[in-house]
C-alpha cells in the first residue's frame, strides 16, 4: 500500500504583508516630511518644553484651562434634548429681536389701558413667568460666594478658617 501525503495548502497571496506594509508606511511618512518633523519635535524637546510650560504658566492660560473644564461639567449635566430646546429657543429669540421693527404693530406706548389688558393677558404671563423664575435663580446664583469652582460642582467643603 502506498503511504498518503500530506500537503497543506498554503493560501494565495492577495496583498502585501506586515512588513511590506510597514516599509510602505515609512516611506510614505518620509515622503510627506512626517518623519523630519517627528525627528526636531524630539531634537528639540527641551525648547519645546520650556515654551509649553511657560504659556501653561501663566494665569490667563489656567484660567482658560479651568473656564473649559467648568463649561465642560455644566454642559455634561444637561440632556441633549433639553439642551437642544433651550439652544434653538433662544435662536428663534434671537432671530426675533433681530427682526423687530418699532413701527410695526405694539411699537407704540401702549398707554394705561393697554397697559392695564397686558397686566389682564393670560398668554403673557405664561411666557413672562419662566423668565422671572430664571432672573431670580440667576441672581441668586450670582450670589452664592464660591472659594473653588471644583469644590463647589462637586460638592466637597472648602478650605478656609
Known amino acids: 500500500m502506498a503511504e498518503r ?3 497543506d495548502v498554503t493560501p494565495p497571496r492577495i496583498g502585501p504583508d506586515a512588513h511590506e506594509e510597514l516599509e510602505q508606511l515609512l516611506q510614505t ?3 510627506h516630511g512626517v518623519l523630519r518633523l517627528a525627528k526636531d519635535v524630539v531634537g528639540a524637546n527641551t525648547s ?3 515654551v509649553v510650560m511657560d ?3 501663566k494665569e490667563s492660560t489656567l484660567n482658560a484651562i479651568q473656564n ?3 463649561l465642560g461639567m455644566m454642559l455634561s449635566e444637561i440632556p441633549p434634548d ?4 433651550v439652544t ?3 435662536r428663534e429669540a434671537l432671530d426675533r429681536i433681530g427682526q423687530y421693527q418699532p413701527g410695526e404693530e405694539g411699537g407704540d406706548a401702549p398707554g394705561v389701558s393697554g397697559a392695564y389688558r397686558m397686566l389682564n393677558d393670560d398668554e403673557l404671563w405664561r ?3 419662566p423668565l422671572v423664575e430664571g432672573v431670580k435663580a440667576f441672581a441668586e446664583r450670582l450670589d452664592k460666594p464660591i472659594d473653588k469652582p471644583v469644590s463647589d460642582y462637586f460638592g466637597k467643603p472648602t478650605s478656609g478658617p
Open 127 to 129: 411666557a413672562v413667568a
Open 55 to 57: 504659556g501653561l504658566g
Open 5 to 7: 501525503i500530506s500537503h
Open 68 to 70: 473649559l473644564a467648568i
Open 29 to 31: 511618512l518620509h515622503e
Open 88 to 90: 434653538f429657543a433662544l
Open 82 to 85: 433639553r439642551f437642544y430646546r
Open 48 to 50: 519645546i518644553a520650556s
